[in-house]
């Protein structure tokens, strides 16, 4: 299986400042079709988690534009350019470029 | 708007079974791969199983693969999870997620349901 390796796993964060989580993967998450099946959820305490963004930088619909994705092969970034409270919570990387299809351990962010 | 509801959760036995239902509405049911993923309290996230929109391709998780099977009535606009054997470590809130057409894996999620093995 594709093991998922995210860093830091807790993320204190002042207001107004960036942050970055890292996402690093076993194997390249390159498909045969061209594409890197590489995303990011976020999860609201008492939430289901929410897809932010889809093969690697694509944010989806009414996700903030301070949410941004990058990476390639198997090294993957998600950047939040200046933090808000409503941005409390888990984010999970997941492939879906392999069966099974596997999360990170999830990133905690938490305003200091 | 796009909605899925899962319900069926509750207290079962270890050794008992239980079927998980996702019912959806908003979209064309039909022309969507679904999955079942769930999240043990306090743990991450874990994928356990696909179906595709017609049925015909099926895939497991190692941790569920013969104790657990998906399922979907596309008439019913509904997607299951027949769960068999349960284990205490089954225990978790138990999620339906949706494929995008066009973006790929778990574009949408439903609110999840609470599935407790405990004798």
């Known amino acids: 299986d594709v093991v998922m390796t995210q860093s830091p796993l807790s993320l204190p964060v002042t207001l107004g400042q960036p942050a970055s989580i890292s996402c690093r993967s076993s194997q390249s998450l390159v498909h045969s079709d061209g594409n890197t099946y590489l995303n990011w959820f976020q999860q609201r305490p008492g939430q289901s988690p929410r897809r932010l963004i889809y093969q690697i930088s694509n944010r989806d619909s009414g996700v903030p534009d301070r949410f941004s994705g990058s990476g390639s092969g198997t090294d993957f970034t998600l950047k939040i350019s200046r933090v808000e409270a409503e941005d409390v919570g888990v984010y999970y990387c997941m492939q879906g470029t392999h069966w099974p299809r596997t999360f990170g351990q999830g990133t905690k962010v938490e305003i200091k | 708007q796009v909605q899925l509801v899962e319900s069926g959760g509750g207290l079962v036995k270890p050794g008992g079974s239980l079927r998980l239902s996702c019912e959806v509405s908003g979209f064309t049911f039909s022309d969507y791969h679904m999955n079942w993923i769930r999240q043990a309290p306090g743990k991450g996230l874990e994928w356990l199983s696909y179906i595709s929109s017609s049925g015909r391709i099926i895939y497991y998780a190692d941790s569920v693969k013969g104790r657990f099977t998906i399922s979907r009535d596309n008439a019913q606009n509904s997607l299951y999870l027949q769960m068999n054997s349960l284990r205490a470590e089954d225990t978790a809130v138990y999620y339906c997620?949706?494929?995008?057409?066009?973006?790929?894996?778990?574009?949408?999620w439903g609110q999840g349901t609470m599935v407790t093995v405990s004798s």
């Open positions: 997620a949706r494929d995008g057409r066009w973006s790929g894996a778990f574009d949408i």
